[in-house]
């Protein structure tokens, strides 16, 4: 039997359900409580579920294209931002070649350079332009950064940009959460792919909806990549409908903003909370892990930032006021 070519890796861990069903308040997933979108999930449902989609998706391309002022030569539609990143990692990097993370990165994307032999670097915002040199392949940035919150001002954003086209890396900005606080959407160059996951601040990330924006021949470069039919029927008319339901977004995420400001509020009576307008927030306490364990003991799912470094911190992520004031009062009786 022949050998397989990656090194064989663990899981990366997530927050949402695992094996075990989980019946109880999930704050580690990060996403809009107030979802779905119901002009999304319509979108969805209303689907032709009966038929193969068209291969190349030239509807959700085209409606995706015109609202960004692009062509749709420059639109990958995907299953979840997990995807693209691992088609970008199988496109552009060899064993050896070195990869930088702003921060710790998302997990997916660490994931994907190491299977393909890629040697992982972070650094911090502060100096992330000077830490890009010739032989940097990719860099990372989550922009806002999971589970921090933290993002890089325009004149910074800029500046890494200028530093990877001289030294002809490609910047890959990962704009899942982006929408929640109002971050603007540069426009793509051949050196810049922005990610785009409309399923957090829609609700629906269930349905994994995805694209990247990128010049033609990285887009190219990572369409090649992709099988046939890579997107469900649904998922693409989600990608398709997506700018004619921009209104839910109006409607919920000021209120989103409220109900994590009022937990940051509440949980800093206590705690040492870290918080940049985005959902999710941190929580310093003395062991993340013990304190998940305990806290999905009694019912309440949250999430142990051990895998990006951090395993004082927990990440939790607002949900509907009620059970926002559940979590400030189980962690408080814990003690921790």
Known sequence: MPEPVHPQLGRVPHGGPGAQPFGGLDFSVNTNPLGPNP?????????????????????????????????????????????????LARAYLRPGDAVLSVL??????????????????VARPEGAASAVRPGVRLVYLGHPHNPTGHHLGPDGLEALHLACREADALLILDLAYAPFVGL????????????????????????????ALASPPVAAALHNLAPAWAVPAGTAALLEALPEAQTFLHATLPQVAGYAAELVRNLARTFEVGHHGTPYLTVQVADAAGVSARLLSQGVRVRDCASYGLPGTLRVSARLPDENARLVRVLEELHV
């Not at 792919?193 to 694209?211: F, I, N």
Request: charged residues 20%; contains cysteine; negative net charge.
């Open 39 to 87: 002009a999304l999930l319509r979108a969805v449902l209303e689907a032709d579920h009966a038929h193969y989609p068209d291969p190349h998706y030239h509807a959700p391309r085209e409606s995706l294209a015109r609202w960004h002022g692009t062509e749709a030569a420059c639109v990958v539609p995907a299953a979840g931002a997990s995807e693209l990143l691992h088609r």
């Open 104 to 121: 710790a990165p998302f997990g997916e994307f660490a994931r994907a350079a190491q299977l393909q032999g890629g040697r992982l670097e």
């Open 184 to 211: 603007p959407c540069p426009p793509a160059s051949d050196h810049l792919v922005l990610l785009h996951s409309p399923g957090k601040a829609h609700g629906l990330v269930g349905a994994r909806p995805a694209y």
